[in-house]
C-alpha cells in the first residue's frame, strides 16, 4: 500500500511532541495548505500541541508519483505520529480533510482520541461528481478555478469585508499543483464512509457552516444521526471555509468538545 509523504508543521518542538497526550492535528480543505488554519491557531495552539499537515502535492508536501486513497493519506498520519513518538492524538480536517477524520476513527480507534469532521461528508458524490472539475484542471489549470470559488465556500458578506482573507485562500488553490489536486479529487470521488458509520467506535464531532452549498448541514446531520454518540455543531451564517471565516467559533466548537 502506497503511504504518501506529508509535509507537517509543529507549534512546539518536535522534541515535546515525544510521549505527549494533547497532540493535535489539523488538516486542510482541497486546494489550500497549513496556512488555511492560522486564525483559529492561537486558540488551539494555547491548549494543544498542534501539527498542521498539507495533502499531498499541496503547500509543501511533495507532489505524489501515484494516485491514492484518503484511507492511504490516514495511514500516513499515523506513521507520522508513529515518527514523532505520539502515542495518541485528537484529530480536525476541513472539507476532504475531514472525510480523512472519518477514515482515522474508523480504522485506528486505538490511535484517535477524537476526531472531528469540519465542512465535510460521508460521501462525496461518486466518481463522476468530480469529472467536471478534474477536466477544468486538466485544461485550464487550479486557476481557473478561482473565478467560481467564493461564491461556493465564503459568505457574500465574508466576501465583502474581508477581500484579503479570501484572496489568501485563493492563492493557496492557484499553487497547488495541478495533478496533485486531480488526484485528490479522485481519491473524493472514491470515497464512501457511509457503509462504515454505524461502526465507529471514537467520539466524532460534526461540524457544518449554516450555508455551506458543498458539504450541507444535512451532510453533517448525517454523520452525526448514523456514527454512535457523534454530535453536530452548526457554525451561523458560514460557508465552506468556515475555519476562515469564523475561526474563533470553530476554535471554541473544537476545545469544547476535545475537552470532553
Request: aromatic share 8%.
Amino acid at each position: 500500500m502506497t503511504v504518501p509523504a506529508l509535509f507537517t508543521v509543529s507549534e512546539k518542538p518536535v522534541s515535546e511532541l515525544k510521549g505527549a497526550d494533547n497532540v493535535l492535528f489539523l488538516g486542510n480543505a482541497l486546494g489550500t495548505d497549513t496556512h488555511l488554519w492560522d486564525l483559529a491557531l492561537p486558540t488551539l495552539a494555547a491548549k494543544y500541541s498542534v501539527v498542521r499537515f498539507d495533502m499531498p502535492g499541496h503547500g509543501q508536501s511533495p507532489i505524489p508519483a501515484d494516485s491514492y486513497t484518503l484511507e492511504e493519506i490516514a495511514d500516513a498520519l499515523v506513521a507520522k505520529a508513529d515518527e514523532l513518538g505520539v502515542e495518541k492524538f485528537d484529530y480536525a480536517g476541513v472539507s476532504v480533510s475531514g472525510a480523512i477524520a472519518i477514515e482515522l476513527a474508523h480504522k485506528y480507534p486505538d490511535r484517535i482520541k477524537h476526531s472531528v469532521v469540519v465542512c465535510s461528508a460521508a460521501y462525496m458524490g461518486g466518481p463522476e461528481g468530480w469529472e467536471e472539475r478534474i477536466a477544468q484542471v486538466k485544461n485550464s489549470g487550479t486557476a481557473s478555478l478561482v473565478p467560481m470559488l467564493p461564491a461556493r465556500w465564503f459568505s457574500d458578506d465574508f466576501i465583502a469585508k474581508s477581500p484579503e482573507a479570501v484572496k489568501k485562500v485563493l492563492n493557496m488553490v492557484v499553487a497547488t499543483d495541478d495533478a496533485s489536486y486531480i488526484k485528490t479529487c479522485e481519491a473524493l470521488g472514491n470515497f464512501d464512509a457511509r457503509p462504515f458509520l454505524s461502526g465507529i467506535t471514537v467520539p466524532v464531532l460534526a461540524i457544518s457552516g449554516e450555508i455551506d452549498p458543498g458539504a450541507p448541514v444535512s451532510a453533517g446531520t448525517f454523520i452525526a444521526e448514523h456514527v454512535p454518540g457523534a454530535s453536530l455543531a452548526v457554525i451561523p451564517g458560514a460557508s465552506h471555509i468556515a475555519v476562515v471565516e469564523s475561526p474563533l467559533e470553530m476554535a471554541k466548537n473544537i476545545t469544547d468538545f476535545l475537552s470532553k
